[in-house]
């Protein structure tokens, strides 16, 4: 079975920095693309940033491109966010997703989700 | 830019309900629906426009390419309760709908 299970969230000053990650299950985590989508409170869904399997290709949305970071490490099945210079925009819920493809690398749509972490930005 | 209508929709049980997304420019097929119930992570209903996914009930139906894509449900029943979002993809970019939110009249 699939799961995806993020941690590291809390509640983070105005300018601080946290470390979310994704701890990946029941499937072969290598061969698949990631990424990041967020829900600001009683908002809708956001993508945030996406990694291919390789580390190779990487994206972010302009909304937070320069203040976060994507990474991942297959050896431990594990997908990160590094979020710095965090702005009371940045509170929301994170979730970690799986692009479906393990051939060209990009479906472009996302099959399995994580159950999110509360990210909460204030001073 | 995505275009998601409505915002919100109330139908009655058995009723036919189709949700619209229109994209600022063409996306192919490169287009997904999703379904989020209040608390939980989104789930996923269709990909590449038109393809059901595995364990989706049949009612659920995608249609359209380049800009204009619809999700629709033939017969509204009462676990449809949800808001649903259209997602695309286009040049390096992924981006949601703003969610159309389905209630029982």
């Known amino acids: 079975e699939v799961q995806l299970v993020e941690s590291g969230g809390g509640l983070v000053k105005p300018g601080g920095s946290l470390r979310l990650s994704c701890a990946a299950s029941g499937f072969t985590f290598n061969s698949y693309s990631m990424n990041w989508v967020r829900q600001a409170p009683g908002k809708g869904l956001e993508w945030v940033s996406s990694i291919s399997s390789s580390s190779e290709s990487i994206y972010y949305a302009d909304s937070v491109r320069g203040r976060f970071t994507i990474s991942r490490d297959d050896a431990k099945n594990s997908l990160f966010l590094q979020l710095n210079s965090l702005r009371a925009e940045d509170t929301g819920v994170y979730y970690c997703?799986?692009?479906?493809?393990?051939?060209?690398?990009?479906?472009?749509?996302?099959?399995?989700w994580g159950q999110g972490a509360l990210v909460t930005v204030s001073s | 830019q995505m275009t998601q209508s409505p915002s919100t929709l109330s139908a009655s049980i058995g009723d036919r309900v189709t949700i619209t997304c229109r994209a600022s420019e063409s996306i192919s097929h490169w287009l997904a629906w999703y379904q989020q119930k209040p608390g939980k992570a989104p789930n996923l209903l269709i990909y590449k426009a038109s393809n059901l996914y595995s364990g989706v009930p049949s009612r659920f139906s995608g249609s359209g390419s380049g800009t204009e894509f619809t999700l629709t449900i033939s017969s509204l029943q009462p676990d449809d309760v949800a808001t649903y979002y259209c997602q695309q993809y286009n040049s390096y970019s992924w981006m949601f709908g703003q969610g159309t939110k389905v209630e029982i009249k």
């Open positions: 997703a799986r692009d479906p493809s393990i051939i060209s690398g990009w479906s472009y749509y996302f099959d399995y």
